[in-house]
């Protein structure tokens, strides 16, 4: 579990409290994210997932981290070339330890592979191996507290999957949704206790998620009209 910067091997601990004290912005994949100008993460700290290099490059954004966790990802060759050619190459990738089979060679030196554990629960040190959660979120939101994330902000993070458009981004073979809602809300909303048990919060940024009830909301626009003043 080695990352290599040029001729230099590094272990996955050397990202431990790496961003500690930032903000961190997660980029889920929902359907909401496409409405975004996501302009405003240029500069950002930025953990990208699954498919959200294809919005990034819209936006001129560089995710510094990117996760997935579910192996079926790679089962489309579309999805699959997401992962291993459309990333910018300083972007370091984190991965389930599965996923290491069916990746692509060459990509060695940006890449960690982390085992999962049980499905439900939280890891604050995922150089152990992370809670799966049934969702991808649940292996950024865990990256995003090893590397000392204070503020967390969930951007497409919807939890709501239509038959149209369950993703922000066109799929010509369609993954289906697991029947898990519940279980992705239990999870995800249980992590805010250990960003705000170091002074932080994790706030969810889609208006229309099934987080609303359970994560305090963060407008985008008043985000927005902040730094423009």
């Not at 919005?55 to 560089?62: A, H, L, N, R």
């Amino acid at each position: 579990m080695m990352w290599r910067i040029g001729s230099k091997k590094i272990s996955l601990k050397w990202l431990k409290g790496k961003e500690s004290g930032k903000d961190v912005y997660i980029l889920a994949n929902g359907p909401s994210l496409k409405s975004l100008d996501l302009s405003f993460l240029r500069g950002e700290t930025v953990i990208g997932m699954n498919a959200s290099a294809l919005i990034e490059k819209k936006y001129g954004v560089v995710s510094k981290y990117y996760v997935v966790s579910d192996k079926r990802f790679m089962d489309v060759e579309e999805k699959k070339k997401i992962v291993t050619s459309d990333l910018c190459e300083e972007t370091i990738r984190i991965l389930r330890s599965d996923i290491e089979a069916v990746d692509s060679d060459g990509l060695e030196h940006r890449s960690i592979y982390v085992k999962p554990l049980e499905r439900d629960g939280f890891s604050k040190n995922i150089s152990n191996g992370f809670f799966y959660g049934c969702t991808t979120t649940m292996l950024a939101l865990q990256l995003a507290y090893y590397i000392g994330a204070k503020n967390v902000y969930l951007l497409g993070c919807d939890l709501k999957y239509p038959k149209e458009s369950p993703r922000f981004y066109k799929e010509e073979k369609p993954q289906l949704s697991d029947s898990f809602v519940s279980v992705q809300i239990k999870n995800i909303s249980e992590s805010r206790q250990f960003f705000q048990s170091r002074g932080g919060d994790l706030f969810g940024c889609s208006q229309d998620s099934f987080l609303r009830s359970y994560l305090p909301y963060y407008s985008l626009d008043e985000h927005r009209v902040k730094e423009d003043l």
